[in-house]
């Protein structure tokens, strides 16, 4: 017997960010985190899978390359969903045991991985969606959420659209540390995102050890985790209930920077942004600034690329200052500009 199942993940860009874990094995946070999705059609991962008696083991193959499946975090993902197809079986005995086949799993991204666009939270969360359809799991979202978790933590809010908190939780099994709807994509539609691609090179810090090295050594991150960011959690999702744009992109800007100092304030510190990150920055913020209100926000993750989030009716301002300011930004004559890509959310 034979059986398949596909599911697709976008990317998700947090604008309240998740930096440090207080269990590396687990994934488990320790701040609560909020992010956007993107749409389906421009930045994900389609995973299919399939599963036989026949099958001798389980294999991955990523964007065309077989690999093996040795990674614990994989490995933690298939157990997990393999205990909760298992249960169904043992409660109904008429179910193929799929729980005990081997799998074959085939994911691609329809970006290069190389752009440090959060493709591991796509691919986790594509994978874990696809296994938990294929073995007709009856779990909802927000506890399928937790197996991607282990994957990769930001992988756990790539499983809604839209408006995407993840609950830090403060169980030490992890079993409140889950992604929750914030709103639907639908609810705030004039929402745009631009992602500017400054530098494609995969040489920074990895995020799983730079927050291992932040939690150790930066005093400030104690600061961020205790004074900054509960409140912060609340006032953004409040922003994003009342569709205003202005405390959300200033939210989203200021948690950029605070994750940025935190790097900083980590020994040896972490540096993610570059001189072109930082005239970008210093661009939108002079475009807020003649406008008298705040109309374009910047974030950046673990690399030098630049999400801008704004608002639809605001496009050719934002995108026009952008592109006008591409010759005088040093750096921005290596900037591919095809590369400057809008994508909905
Ligand atoms: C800066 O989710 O990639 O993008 O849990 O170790 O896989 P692991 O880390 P990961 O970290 C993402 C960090 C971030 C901020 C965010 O997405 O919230």
């Known amino acids: 017997s034979f059986y398949t199942a596909s599911a697709t993940a976008p990317v998700n860009i947090a604008t309240l960010k998740y930096w440090g874990k207080r269990d590396k094995s687990l994934n488990l946070p320790t701040n609560s985190s909020i992010s956007v999705t993107l749409s389906q059609d421009d930045l994900r991962t389609l995973t299919s899978v399939a599963t036989s008696d026949e099958y001798k083991e389980d ?19 298939l157990a997990d969903l393999r205990k909760l197809r298992a249960e169904m079986e043992g409660t109904d005995p008429s179910l193929p045991q799929l729980s005990k086949w081997k799998l074959h799993i085939v994911s691609e991204n329809n970006f290069p991985t190389a752009a440090g ?15 938990a359809k294929l073995f007709k799991l009856p779990q909802d979202m927000s506890e399928i959420s937790k197996i991607a978790r282990k994957g990769s933590g930001s992988a756990c809010r790539s499983l809604f659209g839209g408006y995407v908190a993840w609950e830090m939780g403060d169980l030490e099994n992890g079993e409140d540390s889950k992604a929750v709807e914030v709103a639907p994509v639908s609810h705030w539609p004039t ?13 920074d810090t990895p995020s799983t050890s730079g927050m291992q090295t932040t939690v150790a050594t930066s005093d400030l991150f104690e600061h961020r985790i205790k004074n900054v960011v509960p409140a912060r959690f609340e006032e953004m999702k409040k922003s994003i209930h009342d569709k205003n744009f202005e405390v959300f992109g200033k939210l989203t800007m200021q948690d950029s920077n605070s994750f940025h100092a935190v790097c900083l304030d980590s020994y040896p510190p972490i540096f993610y942004l570059t001189d072109t990150s930082k005239k970008i920055i210093k661009l ?24 801008i989030y704004y608002e639809q009716q605001n496009e ?9 300011h591409f010759s005088l930004i040093p750096g921005w004559d290596k900037v591919d500009t095809s590369k400057l890509e809008t994508v909905d959310i």
């Open 316 to 324: 050719s301002k934002v995108l026009g200052l952008i592109h006008k």
């Open 284 to 307: 939108v913020h002079q475009l807020n600034d003649a406008e008298g209100k705040i109309i374009a926000a910047y974030t950046f993750d673990a690399g030098p690329n630049a999400v």
């Open 117 to 131: 666009l959060a493709s591991s939270a796509a691919g986790f969360a594509a994978l874990v969606v696809a296994i």
């Open 191 to 203: 929402m745009k995102a631009a992602i500017l691609v400054v530098s494609d090179d995969k040489k």
């Open 59 to 77: 294999i991955l193959w990523l964007n065309g390359k077989p690999e093996s499946l040795t990674s614990e975090r994989t490995k933690a993902c």
